[in-house]
């Protein structure tokens, strides 16, 4: 009898282990299956994820066109920069076209001439907080709810480009100088 008992037990273990490896583990949200009928109703569940996406946009070239020599210069631009993640933050780093990438304007047969860059969260921010090249800033919160600023506060931020009165002493009168500032924005 006892024999028999013990029989029954594997065949039960057996015939369990051998349905649960062919059974699909069922999750708490798993798809359904509809029914054979007159109609038949399955659900599926759709999950989605997106990375984070950031925009830099309004910009435009800056022109000094005043430079005294003496007089410390700046241009400010009024930018939209557009973050989708949670806290809408982001980081900023400014890269010059100039040797080791740095911040200057060049001339042809003279010397590089070097400026500054700095950037405000705010469009009416007076001072900004001066970049270093290829060094990304602490992070920065936008007001913008939509890429190119469409809804909510347009423009979100400031740049801010200067040349002091020394540098600019050191100029070639008539000189055609020129550089470019990459901007790069990464979310946070």
Not at 19 to 26: G, R, W, Y
Not at 48 to 72: C, E, M, P, R
Not at 105 to 132: F, R
Request: proline share 3%; hydrophobic share 45%.
């Amino acid at each position: 009898m006892l024999f028999i008992a013990k029989n029954r037990v594997r065949s039960s273990v057996m015939v369990i282990a051998m349905l649960s490896s062919v059974l699909p583990v069922v999750s708490a949200h798993a798809a359904t299956q509809g029914t054979i009928g007159a109609t038949s109703t399955g659900t599926v569940t759709i999950n989605a994820t997106i990375n984070g996406l950031v925009q830099i946009s309004n910009l435009s070239d800056l022109t000094f066109n005043t430079l005294d020599g003496t007089t410390d210069a700046q241009l400010t631009e009024n930018v939209c920069v557009w973050s989708n993640t949670a806290t809408r933050s982001y980081t900023i780093r400014a890269t010059g076209d100039g040797a080791s990438s740095a911040f200057t304007l060049a001339s042809t047969g003279h010397s590089p001439v070097p400026y500054s860059v700095a950037w405000a969260n705010s469009s009416t921010a007076t001072a900004g907080t001066a970049l270093a090249t290829t060094t990304a800033s602490a992070a920065f919160t936008s007001t913008a709810i939509t890429p190119l600023c469409v809804a909510g506060a347009s423009p979100t931020a400031k740049l801010f480009v200067g040349i002091t009165g020394a540098n600019q002493s050191t100029m070639v009168a008539n000189a055609a100088y020129t550089g470019v500032l990459t901007l790069l924005v990464t979310p946070q």
